[in-house]
């Protein structure tokens, strides 16, 4: 079945740590895209990419990394955590048809002690 | 630059009944999509509703429904007969249309979370 996938769901892990947090799709889609949330708050764009080696940062400015080396895949890593990345982490894609809707992962719930 | 503006930031309705998000959003352009997405607590946040701005009438799904005003820029979400099971945050989403490199950008209100009470 197509879907979006992100391991792992929730991560708790201690200040200097370098981590990174998966992201899959099966659906084809070419553009996909990070989102920083806080529990029950907005949604902010921290990194998109619309196609193999291509990755943008977004709107809000992240210490976080992301790389596009395969369509279905699309990484994201912080190389030395902090508390102040403690936030939920949402993977999300798009086909890129005309009004084509952002199909979203379940989420990394991510604490750094 | 568009923005998408949600000015309830919480709503409260009773089982049954019927509830209406409200959604503004401003934009120059004339060719655009809608989305209204459902984020359950703790859970995925998945797609309700699509509405395309070139189409007039309003888009409906089982019990969601939309009220679509193009020359208002507004686009509220009607839950009829809400269950307990509605409960969420919900978000409204505006894309932009294609740029000539085939970029958009899909801009997200900051949510209303409704309850519904038993």
């Known amino acids: 079945e197509a879907d979006i996938y992100q391991t792992p769901r929730y991560l708790v892990i201690g200040t200097g740590k370098k981590i990174t947090l998966e992201c899959s799709q099966t659906m084809g889609h070419d553009k996909m895209y990070w989102y920083q949330q806080d529990p029950g708050m907005e949604l902010h764009l921290i990194h998109y990419s619309y196609g193999v080696n291509s990755t943008e940062k977004g709107d809000l400015s992240s210490e976080s990394t992301v790389s596009r080396i395969r369509t279905e895949h699309f990484p994201l890593t912080l190389e030395s955590a902090r508390p102040s990345h403690t936030s939920q982490y949402l993977c999300?894609?798009?086909?890129?048809?005309?009004?084509?809707?952002?199909?979203f992962g379940p989420g990394t719930r991510l604490t750094v002690l | 630059a568009q923005t998408v503006t949600q000015s309830q930031p919480e709503m409260s309705v009773q089982e049954a009944e019927t509830v209406t998000l409200s959604c503004t959003y401003d934009?120059?352009?004339?060719?655009?999509?809608l989305f209204w997405y459902k984020q359950p607590p703790s859970r995925q946040m998945i797609l309700v509703i699509r509405?395309?701005?070139?189409?007039?009438q309003n888009a409906t799904e089982n019990r969601f429904s939309v009220n679509f005003q193009k020359a208002a820029k507004s686009f509220s979400l009607k839950i009829s007969d809400s269950q307990l099971g509605d409960a969420a945050m919900y978000f409204c989403a505006y894309r932009s249309p294609s740029g000539g490199s085939g970029t958009y950008k899909y801009i997200f209100g900051t949510g209303t979370r409704l309850k519904v009470l038993a």
């Open positions: 509405q395309e701005a070139y189409k007039q």
């Open positions: 934009t120059s352009e004339s060719d655009y999509y």
């Open positions: 999300a894609s798009s086909d890129g048809l005309a009004g084509g809707p952002l199909f």
